[in-house]
């Protein structure tokens, strides 16, 4: 599949204002791809799908994860969780993606995991940083990213975490592995 073919796919499942932040996390996550040696084409694939599950109705993302025997355990948690394992799916049987990066990018974009590859870090950063983003941070958040992909995925997966503890959001285990291994890999840990 062409990525123009791709492109028209996942603008069907998606409301416009969501398929308009697919494109920019797309452009993102090409830049970080260049500017980090990564594929450009599998960033773009990868962030072409990354939300493609998104729209879907709650119980039919549930049905997928079930299906699949929950391999991460996102069900016991917040329903925003599940739709990263569920695009993994979809891309994989509606798209036909067998390369197991582009999955795994799809799959844990929304928690991060410990151990992440480096398109994995592209598309978790990039679904952050992308231009319309305007939380508070955003732009210490882009700053790092023009520098370390290691220093960015720390910075990013600490401003997720701070938000959720602020919220009371109960915290998935991969976003927590993903935080203290992000801090091994980068030079942005305050060795506490
Ligand atoms: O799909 P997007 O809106 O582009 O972004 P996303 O997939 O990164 O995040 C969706 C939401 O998931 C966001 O509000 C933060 C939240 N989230 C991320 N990690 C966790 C989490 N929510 C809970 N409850 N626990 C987590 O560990
Ligand atoms: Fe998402
Ligand atoms: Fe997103």
């Not at 079930?66 to 739709?83: C, M, R, T």
């Not at 990066?101 to 950063?125: N, P, Y």
């Amino acid at each position: 599949m062409g990525s123009e073919q791709l492109k028209n796919g996942v603008a069907q499942r998606l409301p416009a204002g969501r398929f308009q932040h697919v494109l920019r996390v797309t452009e993102t996550a090409m830049i970080l791809a260049d500017r980090f040696g990564e594929d450009k084409e599998k960033a773009e694939t990868a962030a072409l799908l990354h939300d493609v599950a998104k729209a879907m109705p709650k119980e039919e993302l549930k049905r997928i994860v079930v299906s699949e025997g929950d391999p991460a355990g996102v069900l016991g948690f917040h329903h925003e969780l599940w739709h990263g394992p569920a695009g993994a799916v979809i891309a994989h049987d509606e798209f036909g993606i067998r390369d197991a990066d582009i999955l795994a990018a799809v799959r844990f974009h929304t928690t991060g995991r410990s151990g992440m590859s480096r398109l994995e870090k592209i598309v978790f950063i990039a679904d952050m940083i992308e231009p319309g983003r305007n939380f508070p941070g955003a732009e210490q958040l882009r700053a790092e990213a023009e520098r370390s992909l290691e220093d960015a995925l720390i910075a990013c997966s600490a401003h997720s975490l701070q938000y959720l503890v602020s919220v009371r959001a109960a915290i998935h285990p991969d976003t927590l592995r993903c935080y203290n291994d992000s801090l091994s890999q980068g030079k942005g840990a305050l060795n506490r």
